[in-house]
């Protein structure tokens, strides 16, 4: 070899996390009514996404009576024909850079009342990761649940106090329920791993809930930044005189 050549080599905990994944963003539900179509839209974001990515993202839904036809970023959703009734299915989307897919729940109805009062839990964010001693908060949003009304005419706010939050293995998180508001609840990451948490109701003898996946990372995983540096298709370089 008439040059030498350097390679810089580091050594870095087995937990850490390399590179950084994408991740979607959007709204966690759609309404449609029965016979007729929406448009949904879904951001894939990350700082190590390329403008390419989008045309990789995948659309899928649950029940067969619906159809999705995607393009990039942007998808077509098909309701059931008129008088099929009201339907709760769940559209995924999915990107092989994506480090979770995201969940989108999808009501339709024959008629604008019955389904803007069709009752559901939901969240616009589905899952939640961080590292073990750390602490966030969770939250579940609502439709359908409406407010009644006292004999003087005042309303009175749907009451979520009997809203319940699950976890599947309490050994990988804690889980302590928002007393001042219910659809928020505090979780502590215990120990590494990945678990599913639930919120849930109980109303008029039907249960509605929310599903969401939590991942603890050993204490010390990091999301590494960028190396800074000056690079070349070469690494020698000759200059004459």
Not at 78 to 102: F, N
Request: hydrophobic fraction near 35%; glycine fraction near 8%; charge should be negative.
């Amino acid at each position: 070899i008439v040059y030498p050549t350097e390679i810089l080599v580091k050594v870095m905990s087995k937990d850490a996390i390399l590179e950084q994944p994408l991740y979607f963003a959007g709204e966690g539900i759609l309404r449609i009514l029965n016979g007729s179509s929406k448009e949904y839209q879904v951001q894939l974001k990350g700082n190590n996404k390329q403008a390419s990515d989008d045309a990789e993202i995948k659309w899928s839904i649950d029940d067969n009576r619906l159809r999705v036809f995607g393009s990039g970023d942007v998808a077509t959703v098909y309701a059931p024909t008129y008088g099929t009734g009201s339907t709760i299915s769940h559209m995924t989307v999915k990107h092989k850079k994506a480090d979770v897919d995201k969940g989108v729940l999808v009501l339709t109805a024959d008629d604008e009342e019955t389904l803007m009062s069709m009752k559901a839990l939901y969240s616009d964010k589905l899952y939640y990761n961080f590292e073990v001693g750390k602490e966030i908060s969770v939250f579940c949003q609502t439709v359908g649940f409406e407010d009644t009304y006292n004999e003087s005419g005042e309303s009175i706010k749907y009451d979520f106090s009997r809203l319940t939050w699950m976890v599947n293995d309490s050994s990988i998180i804690s889980v302590e329920k928002d007393t001042s508001n219910p659809l928020y609840c505090k979780i502590k990451g215990l120990k590494a791993g990945t678990t599913k948490l639930y919120a849930s109701i109980n109303d008029e003898g039907k249960v509605y809930s929310c599903e969401f996946t939590i991942t603890v990372y050993p204490l010390g995983s990091v999301m590494l930044d960028p190396e800074v540096y000056l690079t070349t298709g070469q690494n020698v370089v000759t200059l004459g005189k």
